[in-house]
C-alpha cells in the first residue's frame, strides 16, 4: 500500500460524473470506458445499451411529449455539471463576529457559489428563497460559460479588464428574450434542488411575464407532485396612467417541496390577538377548553359515557379515536349544567394555521415606492432606487417553512439588499431558535444615480452588509427572546480564482497529473487562511465552525470545531509536531504537500497516524 498522502481535488463537484455513477449502480451494464478527445479514459454512458434497458419507456425522436424546451436548454443542463476551479477566500474585516458567526455572505456569481456549496452543504438546507431577476427589460441576467480557455477565464477572475460583464441586460429591445432568462434559471434552479434537506423548500419571488416559464421549469426539475402553492401578493393600488391592458396590483411566490409535497405544510404565525386565546397552561404548553358540541362533517357520530353513565350522542368535533385518546391522557373534562353534561377538550397551540394563497396584510405587500425604501433607509440611510421586498413578507415565508426548526439553514441566492438575512435574526430574537443563513449576492455596482451611490456604496453586496450589519445592533437593543444565542454575525467570503497557481482551466480539462505538478505553487498574497477555507471546501466541512488558530513548535496551526479538522500550511514539518498533532486525535488533518522538512517525513506521515490516531484521515495540497 502507498504511503502517499491523498490529494485534495481543488474543485467543485464533476456533476456529470457523479450522475455518471448513479447510472452505473442502477444499471452497470450501461457504463463503460471511453476515449476522451485527449485520448484519456472516462467513464461513460452506453446509451444504446441504456435503451435497451429502458425499452419499454424511452422517448425519442419528434414524438410528441409534454415538456418545456428552448433553445440553450442543453446548454444550461450542462452548464450545471460542469465543475470549476474556483474557491471562497474570508474577508474578515468584512465580517462581523467572524470566528463564532452561524451566518455566511458570499460574494459572487450564484451559480458559482452553487457549485462551491454542494458538497459542504448537499442535503442541508431546510429553506431557500430567491428574488431572481424578473425579466422586465430593465434588469439583469447572468451569462454563464465555465467552459473557457487562459484569456478568457483570466478576464472572469479580474487578472484581464473585462471586455463582456458577467451580468447582461436582457432589454425589451431584444424581445426581453424568454430564452435567456430560463438559460439562466435552470442551472440554478437544478443546483438549488440538490442543497435542500429531504423535507425543505424553495420559494421564488415572480411576476407575470415569467410565472408561467417558472412554474413548468420548476415542475420539470422538482416534479409536478412537489408543488405547494402559488401565492398571490398584493403589491399595490392602481397602476397609474402608464398601466398596460390591466392594472397590474401583485406578484408571485411560486412554492415547490423538495419530495412529498402532500406531507409538507406550510404554517402562519399567530398574531398577538389569536394567542390571547390560550389563557391556561400546564406541562405540555399552552390551551382553552374548547367545546366537543360542534359538529364537524368530517366526524361521524358516535356515544360518550358521562361521569354519571349517561350515554351522550352526538356528532362531536374531534372524531372518536382522537376523543378517546385524549380522554386517557387527561385532556378532556365534563361540566354538569341544568340541561345535562357538557363536554370540553383542550385546545392546544399548535405549529401555526395553514398557510394562505392570499397575501394581502399591509405588511406583506410592497405599500407605497416611499415606505419600502424607508426599511433600508432607516438602516444605512439611503436606498437603491427600487424597492426591496419587505421585511415582513420574509419573516412569514421563513417562519412558515421553519415554525420550530432549531439550527436550520435558509439560503438567499439572489441577495440583494439582505432582507432575508435581516429576517432570519429578528424571526431568531423573537421565537429565540437558531436558524441560520447562507446570502449570496453579486458584486453588481449600485446604480451611478442612485441614493446608495451617493451615499458611497460602490457596490449591492457592500450596501447589505451595512444592512446587517445596522439591523443586528438595532436587534440587539430590543426586546429579545431569553433563550436566542443573540447571534446577529456574519461570515464574508468572496469567490475567487484557485489559491493555486497557473490553476487556469477547468477541472475537465486537465488530467490529476497535470493538477498534481502545480498544488505546491500557491498565488501570491494568498493566505494560510485562504487554503483553510479551500480545505474546507474540497473537504465538505461546513464553512461556518468556528476557527481557532495556535502556534504548535513554532508553525501555525489552525483548529476546527477543535479536532473537526486542523491544518498546517508552513514549510519545515518536522515528526514532532506531527506526532504531537496526532495526539489531538483530529477526524482529518492536511498539510501542503511540499511543507514537510523531508522527503522521509513526508513518507513517515501515514504511519504516525496510523500507530497514534488511526480513524484521522489526512490529504495534502
Known amino acids: 500500500m502507498s504511503n502517499e498522502i491523498e490529494k485534495l481535488k481543488m474543485h467543485s463537484p464533476d456533476l456529470t460524473q457523479d450522475n455518471i455513477a448513479k447510472i452505473r449502480a442502477l444499471f452497470p451494464g450501461c457504463v463503460t470506458e471511453a476515449a476522451g478527445e485527449d485520448g484519456k479514459l472516462r467513464l461513460a454512458v452506453d446509451f444504446d445499451q441504456l435503451r435497451q434497458e429502458l425499452s419499454d419507456s424511452i422517448v425519442e425522436g419528434p414524438q410528441e411529449r409534454y415538456h418545456l424546451n428552448w433553445p440553450g436548454k442543453r446548454e444550461a443542463l450542462i452548464t450545471a455539471n460542469a465543475p470549476i476551479a474556483k474557491t471562497l477566500r474570508p474577508a474578515r474585516e468584512e465580517s462581523v463576529d467572524f470566528d463564532t458567526t452561524q451566518n455566511l455572505f458570499i460574494e459572487g456569481d450564484n451559480l458559482e457559489a452553487l457549485k462551491l456549496l454542494q458538497?459542504?452543504?448537499?442535503?442541508?438546507?431546510?429553506?431557500?428563497?430567491?428574488?431572481?431577476?424578473?425579466?422586465?427589460?430593465?434588469?439583469?441576467?447572468?451569462?454563464?460559460?465555465?467552459?473557457?480557455?487562459?484569456?478568457?477565464?483570466?478576464?472572469?477572475?479580474?487578472?484581464?479588464?473585462?471586455?463582456?460583464?458577467?451580468?447582461?441586460a436582457n432589454p425589451s429591445t431584444e424581445g426581453r428574450f424568454h430564452s435567456n432568462w430560463l438559460t439562466m434559471m435552470a442551472p440554478r434552479l437544478k443546483l438549488m434542488r440538490n442543497l435542500l434537506t429531504e423535507d425543505g423548500f424553495v420559494f421564488i419571488s415572480i411576476d407575470d411575464w415569467e410565472s408561467g416559464n417558472l412554474r413548468v421549469l420548476t415542475e420539470e426539475i422538482f416534479g409536478r407532485e412537489n408543488f405547494v402553492g402559488l401565492f398571490c401578493r398584493k403589491t399595490k393600488s392602481g397602476g397609474g396612467s402608464a398601466a398596460g391592458t390591466c392594472a397590474v396590483e401583485h406578484d408571485y411566490v411560486l412554492v415547490f417541496a423538495k419530495v412529498n409535497a402532500a406531507a409538507s405544510a406550510l404554517v402562519e404565525e399567530f398574531s398577538d390577538e389569536y394567542l390571547r386565546r390560550y389563557k391556561e397552561s400546564d406541562d405540555n404548553g399552552p390551551f382553552f377548553w374548547d367545546t366537543m358540541e360542534r359538529s364537524s362533517t368530517a366526524t361521524k357520530p358516535y356515544e360518550i359515557e358521562a361521569p354519571d353513565g349517561t350515554m351522550l350522542k352526538g356528532k362531536w368535533f374531534r372524531a372518536e379515536d382522537t376523543f378517546k385518546k385524549d380522554l386517557k391522557d387527561g385532556e378532556v373534562r365534563f361540566l354538569e349544567k341544568?340541561?345535562?353534561?357538557?363536554?370540553?377538550?383542550?385546545?392546544?397551540?399548535?405549529?401555526?394555521?395553514?398557510?394562505?394563497?392570499?397575501?394581502?396584510?399591509?405588511?406583506?405587500?410592497?405599500?407605497?415606492?416611499?415606505?419600502?425604501?424607508?426599511?433600508?433607509?432607516?438602516?444605512?440611510?439611503?436606498?437603491?432606487?427600487?424597492?426591496?421586498?419587505?421585511?415582513?413578507?420574509?419573516?412569514?415565508?421563513?417562519?412558515?417553512?421553519?415554525?420550530?426548526?432549531?439550527?436550520?439553514?435558509?439560503?438567499?441566492?439572489?441577495?440583494?439588499?439582505?432582507?432575508?438575512?435581516?429576517?432570519?435574526?429578528?424571526?431568531?430574537?423573537?421565537?429565540?431558535?437558531?436558524?441560520?443563513?447562507?446570502?449570496?449576492?453579486?458584486?453588481?455596482?449600485?446604480?451611478?444615480?442612485?441614493?446608495?451611490?451617493?451615499?458611497?456604496?460602490?457596490?449591492?453586496?457592500?450596501?447589505?452588509?451595512?444592512?446587517?450589519?445596522?439591523?443586528?445592533?438595532?436587534?440587539?437593543?430590543?426586546?429579545?427572546?431569553?433563550?436566542?444565542?443573540?447571534?446577529?454575525?456574519?461570515?464574508?467570503?468572496?469567490?475567487?480564482?484557485?489559491?493555486?497557481?497557473?490553476?487556469?482551466?477547468?477541472?475537465?480539462?486537465?488530467?490529476?497529473?497535470?493538477?498534481?505538478?502545480?498544488?505546491?505553487?500557491?498565488?501570491?498574497?494568498?493566505?494560510?487562511?485562504?487554503?483553510?477555507?479551500?480545505?474546507?471546501?474540497?473537504?465538505?466541512?461546513?464553512?461556518?465552525?468556528?476557527?481557532?488558530?495556535?502556534?504548535?513548535?513554532?508553525?501555525?496551526?489552525?483548529?476546527?470545531?477543535?479536532?473537526?479538522?486542523?491544518?498546517?500550511?508552513?514549510?519545515?514539518?518536522?515528526?514532532?509536531?506531527?506526532?504531537?498533532?496526532?495526539?489531538?486525535?483530529?477526524?482529518?488533518?492536511?498539510?501542503?504537500?511540499?511543507?514537510?522538512?523531508?522527503?522521509?517525513?513526508?513518507?513517515?506521515?501515514?504511519?504516525?497516524?496510523?500507530?497514534?490516531?488511526?480513524?484521522?484521515?489526512?490529504?495534502?495540497?
Open 119 to 168: 458538497e459542504t452543504y448537499l442535503g442541508k438546507v431546510k429553506m431557500i428563497y430567491i428574488d431572481p431577476p424578473y425579466n422586465t427589460g430593465k434588469d439583469f441576467v447572468y451569462r454563464d460559460n465555465f467552459v473557457v480557455g487562459k484569456e478568457e477565464y483570466e478576464t472572469s477572475a479580474g487578472e484581464r479588464d473585462a471586455e463582456l460583464s458577467r451580468l447582461v
Open 338 to 621: 341544568p340541561d345535562g353534561w357538557s363536554v370540553q377538550f383542550k385546545q392546544r397551540l399548535s405549529d401555526g394555521k395553514k398557510f394562505r394563497t392570499i397575501l394581502e396584510d399591509q405588511n406583506l405587500t410592497a405599500k407605497e415606492f416611499r415606505s419600502l425604501n424607508q426599511e433600508l433607509e432607516d438602516l444605512v440611510g439611503c436606498s437603491l432606487g427600487h424597492p426591496p421586498k419587505p421585511l415582513k413578507l420574509l419573516e412569514t415565508l421563513i417562519y412558515s417553512a421553519t415554525p420550530k426548526d432549531e439550527d436550520c439553514i435558509i439560503a438567499d441566492f439572489f441577495s440583494g439588499s439582505a432582507t432575508s438575512g435581516h429576517a432570519v435574526s429578528s424571526l431568531n430574537s423573537r421565537d429565540g431558535l437558531a436558524r441560520r443563513y447562507i446570502l449570496v449576492q453579486y458584486p453588481e455596482s449600485c446604480p451611478p444615480d442612485s441614493d446608495a451611490s451617493a451615499a458611497g456604496f460602490k457596490t449591492v453586496s457592500e450596501l447589505a452588509q451595512a444592512r446587517l450589519r445596522a439591523s443586528g445592533k438595532k436587534i440587539l437593543e430590543s426586546d429579545c427572546h431569553p433563550d436566542w444565542n443573540k447571534d446577529v454575525g456574519f461570515r464574508v467570503l468572496k469567490i475567487d480564482s484557485s489559491n493555486m497557481a497557473d490553476v487556469f482551466y477547468t477541472p475537465d480539462q486537465t488530467s490529476q497529473a497535470d493538477l498534481l505538478s502545480r498544488v505546491d505553487n500557491i498565488k501570491p498574497g494568498r493566505t494560510s487562511e485562504d487554503l483553510l477555507f479551500q480545505v474546507l471546501l474540497d473537504w465538505g466541512v461546513d464553512l461556518t465552525l468556528p476557527i481557532r488558530r495556535e502556534t504548535v513548535q513554532g508553525k501555525t496551526v489552525f483548529f476546527v470545531a477543535d479536532t473537526a479538522l486542523m491544518a498546517c500550511f508552513d514549510d519545515g514539518i518536522s515528526e514532532d509536531l506531527v506526532k504531537e498533532l496526532a495526539g489531538h486525535a483530529p477526524m482529518r488533518i492536511v498539510f501542503k504537500d511540499t511543507g514537510f522538512a523531508d522527503d522521509q517525513t513526508k513518507i513517515n506521515v501515514r504511519q504516525i497516524l496510523k500507530a497514534m490516531s488511526p480513524e484521522t484521515e489526512v490529504k495534502a495540497i
